[in-house]
């Protein structure tokens, strides 16, 4: 069939006949949405404490992850802030973060005048253990890690590391949603975790984040950076040193939208149903397609592994097939493959002028001095560069675009000399 016939970008016919086959379209929107919505709506559109759909969220949230505390955020962004904050970091302290992640795992960081210590990847691109272990100094204190388009970082390692150095552990787990590590969740390893809920993400408002932790000066420092006055008056305890600051707290505001949170709480009950799907979708890309020396797929060797699977991220090689990514990717789109994508602000942080010259916009670091260089992370660099993307769907109906992709990207990697 597909096989024999020529590739697209040669002339041939297209494994995708018509563009809305091939779209992802993500959230899904349908009328339990429109009517969680259209109920908060008339209920309050802001909220000053935890109660109504806040409270609600932040209990199940609880529940589902087993942790003790659950606080809601405006933007994963601001949820991450309240990790960095929660540990009373001083200036000049290290942090030891990966190198290869979206940028707001990292950039909070940066307003407490912390020093980002980067670490190399392993191979399905998370922070690579033994290279933590390495970057340790006496003046370390945590180390945060992101579990990278959902595939779990290596726990075992990472908290014997953390529990034998007496490191505070901080999970970004915005791509992680749901995802286990041996029977646990992602986000229930850390002192903190953080999620996304932004539009892109399997567990969205559209905007938003949330935070959990079992340690409550940790939850009422999170609250003080960003939830002032009633909700900081109603839960940080009158005999706590903190108390007297309940009224301003830090003075930021990072209040979620009920709105994006009563989304999210209707998609929080789809979650394990969409997992399910994704992980067999996932599997059937990797039976197809594991036999391709061109490629190489993510490494899970553990049943017990569950990725969240937010994204399908493999590696091409070019010195394999003599033909660039570039040209490897177009014949891709060539097939109407439209979402196959090569991530690009997720990028290995020490290419971005932030890392580089940060004292630029961040004063503090002219004394705390850290700078980033091209070059220094040779491991993360390669696979940003050989990185492909495709997304993951989550419901049964889905299935024939799903296959379309895995079709099409066996399509190209058969007739690859085509391309030469
Ligand atoms: C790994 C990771 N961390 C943090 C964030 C930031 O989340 P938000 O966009 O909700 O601020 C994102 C968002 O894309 C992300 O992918």
């Not at 992602?186 to 399997?202: P, R, T, V």
């Not at 940790?218 to 706590?240: F, M, T, V």
């Not at 979708?281 to 020396?293: D, E, G, P, S, T």
């Not at 493959?337 to 503090?364: H, M, R, W, Y």
Request: net charge positive; charged share 25%.
């Amino acid at each position: 069939m597909y096989m024999k016939n020529k590739l697209a970008i040669n002339g041939g016919g297209k494994i995708v006949k018509y563009e809305a086959q091939a779209k992802f379209n993500w959230p899904i929107v349908d009328k339990k949405i429109e009517q969680a919505v259209i109920r908060q709506l008339y209920k309050t559109i802001s909220i000053y404490n935890k109660s109504d759909i806040f409270e609600k969220f932040e209990n199940l949230f609880c529940k589902y992850q087993k942790r003790k505390y659950a606080l809601l955020f405006n933007s994963g962004t601001s949820a991450i802030h309240a990790m960095f904050v929660a540990l009373n970091l001083k200036p000049g302290d290290e942090v030891i973060c990966p190198v290869y992640t979206f940028y707001a795992t990292v950039t909070p960081l940066l307003f407490t005048g912390a020093i980002p210590i980067f670490c190399d990847i392993d191979e399905n691109g998370n922070i690579n253990p033994y290279e933590i272990e390495k970057k340790i100094t006496k003046k370390t204190k945590a180390v945060v890690i992101t579990h990278m388009w959902g595939i779990p970082c290596q726990m075992d390692k990472i908290l014997e590391i953390c529990r034998k150095n007496r490191l505070v552990l901080l999970e970004d787990c915005s791509h992680a949603h749901g995802a286990e590590y041996k029977g646990k969740k992602l986000g229930s390893f850390g002192d903190l975790s953080a999620w996304s809920l932004q539009g892109q993400k399997i567990l969205t408002g559209g905007e938003g984040g949330v935070l959990t932790t079992n340690n409550k000066e940790y939850y009422d420092r999170a609250l003080l950076l960003g939830h002032y006055n009633k909700r900081c008056k109603q839960e940080i305890s009158p005999d706590s040193p903190l108390y007297k600051f309940a009224v301003t707290g830090m003075g930021l505001k990072y209040r979620a939208h009920p709105l994006a949170v009563a989304i999210a709480n209707e998609y929080l009950s789809r979650l394990d149903k969409w997992l399910a799907i994704k992980r067999i979708f996932a599997q059937r890309i990797i039976i197809r397609l594991k036999n391709y020396a061109a490629i190489t797929l993510p490494q899970i060797n553990n049943q017990k592994i569950k990725p969240s699977w937010y994204a399908f991220v493999f590696q091409y090689h070019e010195n394999k097939t003599g033909v660039s990514i570039n040209k490897f990717y177009q014949a891709l789109k060539q097939e109407g493959l439209v979402e196959v994508d090569q991530p690009g602000s997720t990028c290995p942080l020490n290419l971005l002028p932030l890392f580089q010259k940060p004292a630029e916009l961040f004063p503090i670091y002219r004394q705390y001095k850290f700078s980033y260089k091209k070059g220094e992370f040779p491991k993360a660099e390669s696979f940003y560069n050989n990185a492909v993307k495709i997304p993951v769907w989550a419901r049964v109906q889905d299935w024939p675009a799903m296959k379309l992709y895995i079709d099409g990207i066996e399509k190209v990697l058969i007739n690859i000399n085509e391309l030469k």
